[in-house]
């Protein structure tokens, strides 16, 4: 078992073309992804030369649209390596074709337009899951990767990671490669995301493989502050986390994280404190988190 992906699911490339489209497929296709075909209207009918996991020659189709490779391929991923002025057109035309599962890797989208296709999926019912924009995307380790996490850092196991920040899911999922990982997914960093913490929260929760959860955060906002309500009401599993940020100077935007700290809401004390309350055990730094989680899995 995993969350939102597993070895069936059928991915589809939206820039497969472009020079981190190219690069991604290989690598994608390299940890064992169904990868079924790509979109870029100027090349459609072409195909791009790849080679497979067990190093066989794969021609994958270019499609026009979204929708055009869903009904040639029975997609039901798609991932976009469109630059940031193009990406809410991505967005839109995923949605529209109504894929269920969106990862959008691509920085410096501008918030406007993340804002703008969020708010359009849902108008369409949310029938498409979007994960990122600004984020490593999801890997169910042996199974399937859907971003650009590396692929051999940790194998299959019994951990479920969520994370704001893409090097910090690698770092975790380093620090406890001994023990694995059902699902690990960067949601992204920006201040307006589709998939939040409480979602993967809520899907490893449901979840049987899945026996404790990592929760990574950063400061600015409350999405860790929610998640922690979230936590206290809904789940049961252990939850570990960790929050950048200790050291940051008050009052000021960090990084990529689009963090505004306002007051004691927001920082990365305000935070860990709201986790603690919640039952959940937060680490000063990452490989004190993996320690944590490391006592949690050896009791369990």
Not at 90 to 106: G, Q, R, S, Y
Not at 280 to 297: D, F, H, N, Q, Y
Request: with cysteine; aromatic share 4%; proline share 5%.
């Amino acid at each position: 078992m995993s969350i939102y992906i597993n070895k069936d699911s059928k991915v589809i490339v939206q820039g497969i073309t472009g020079g981190e489209g190219t690069k991604h497929t290989a690598l994608m296709l390299k940890a064992g992804t169904n990868i079924v075909g790509g979109v870029n209207a100027r090349k459609a009918g072409t195909t791009v030369s790849h080679v497979d996991k067990d190093g066989n020659a794969v021609e994958l189709p270019v499609f026009a649209s979204v929708e055009e490779a869903m009904a040639a391929t029975g997609a039901d991923v798609s991932i976009a390596f469109v630059p940031g002025a193009h990406t809410r057109s991505a967005m839109i035309e995923a949605i529209d074709a109504e894929i269920p599962l969106l990862v959008v890797i691509t920085e410096g989208v501008p918030v406007g337009d993340s804002a703008e296709a969020w708010a359009y999926a849902t108008e369409k019912g949310n029938k498409t899951r979007i994960i990122g924009p600004n984020c490593p995307g999801i890997i169910t380790p042996g199974e399937s990767l859907v971003g650009i996490t590396p692929a051999n850092i940790a194998g299959k196991g019994p951990i479920g990671l969520v994370s704001k920040s893409g090097t910090l899911t690698y770092q975790m999922m380093f620090e406890l490669r001994d023990y694995g990982f059902s699902t690990a997914i960067g949601i992204g960093g920006d201040p307006v995301i589709g998939t939040t913490h409480i979602d993967a929260l809520a899907a490893f929760e449901a979840d049987p493989e899945t026996k404790a959860i990592v929760m990574i955060g950063e400061i600015g906002g409350d999405a860790e502050e929610r998640a922690a309500e979230f936590i206290k009401a809904n789940v049961t599993k252990p939850v570990v986390g960790y929050v950048a940020g200790f050291t940051a100077p008050e009052g000021k935007t960090m990084g990529h994280a689009g963090a505004i700290v306002s007051g004691s809401a927001g920082t990365a004390q305000a935070k860990k404190e709201a986790l603690e309350a919640a039952g959940v055990k937060v680490g000063k730094t990452p490989s004190e988190t993996a320690a944590l989680m490391r006592e949690i899995i050896a009791a369990l």
